[in-house]
């Protein structure tokens, strides 16, 4: 098992243009999740997502839209980059609550580092 | 919403010493306490966690804490050694009534063992 990757590892964009984001996981997980990560500011819930089909905003959402159209795969977009949105982003995954002998924590990617001039 | 804090922001011990760090938590509902470590340039990987129907866990020289009534958990390191040199996350989730599993995240603690 891979268990959860991301891509791009990393990017640069300038003020204003657009990218996404992709998070995968193989381990069938229900629930997934994409935080940034700031200096001193620990991991920021940005948006999370129950199941296929679905999505709900987390902590900090604006500047961000989310799609999970398959299980396995996680969407995170920004429409027109703002250099407050330079950040590490990290994915993560995590069985649904109440599964049998099953751990409920979140298995995090890798990473994508982000720079917005 | 919960609120985590963590505490130290940094530490640094001498390698064979012992390290803690300390988190308090606001949600009185909040049942599970998960640790993670995160490496340079690594995304977070879990340590060890607990329950709230448990006081304390160790897993070789790791070990956690959690004080429900005072609503703070610990992680204790013994015979610190160069490899554990990383950022270290607690975290929390809520009762049975958080949406989407969803943890909440201390500052980190950048802990440095030195040789």
């Known amino acids: 098992n891979a268990g959860v990757t991301q891509t791009p590892k990393f990017r640069v964009l300038k003020t204003g243009q657009s990218m996404t984001l992709l998070c995968a996981q193989d381990?069938?997980?229900?629930?997934m999740y994409w935080y940034r990560q700031d200096p001193g500011m620990g991991l920021r819930l940005i948006h999370y997502?129950?199941?296929?089909?679905?999505?709900a905003k987390g902590e900090v959402p604006d500047g961000y839209n989310v799609s999970r159209l398959k299980k396995q795969n996680f969407l995170l977009g920004l429409e027109s980059a703002a250099p407050s949105q330079t950040s590490v982003y990290f994915c993560a995954s995590t069985n649904t609550l109440g599964d049998r002998g099953v751990r409920e924590t979140q298995y995090f990617g890798p990473g994508t580092r982000l720079l917005v001039l | 919403g919960e609120n985590v804090e963590q505490h130290p922001s940094t530490l640094s011990v001498q390698e064979g010493d012992s390290a803690v760090i300390k988190c308090t938590y606001s949600?009185?509902?909040?049942?599970?306490f998960p640790w993670y470590k995160q490496e340079l340039g690594k995304g977070p990987q879990l340590i060890i966690d607990i329950r709230s129907n448990v006081g304390e866990k160790k897993d070789q020289r790791i070990a956690v804490t959690l004080n429900k009534t005072a609503k703070h958990f610990s992680l204790h390191i013994t015979e610190t050694q160069p490899e554990d040199s990383a950022v270290y996350f607690c975290?929390?989730?809520?009762?049975?009534?958080?949406?989407?599993?969803?943890?909440?995240f201390g500052g980190g603690t950048r802990v440095l063992v030195k040789p």
């Open positions: 381990m069938n997980h229900e629930y």
């Open positions: 949600d009185s509902a909040s049942n599970y």
């Open positions: 997502s129950v199941g296929e089909g679905t999505t």
């Open positions: 975290a929390s989730k809520g009762g049975i009534k958080a949406a989407g599993n969803k943890l909440t």
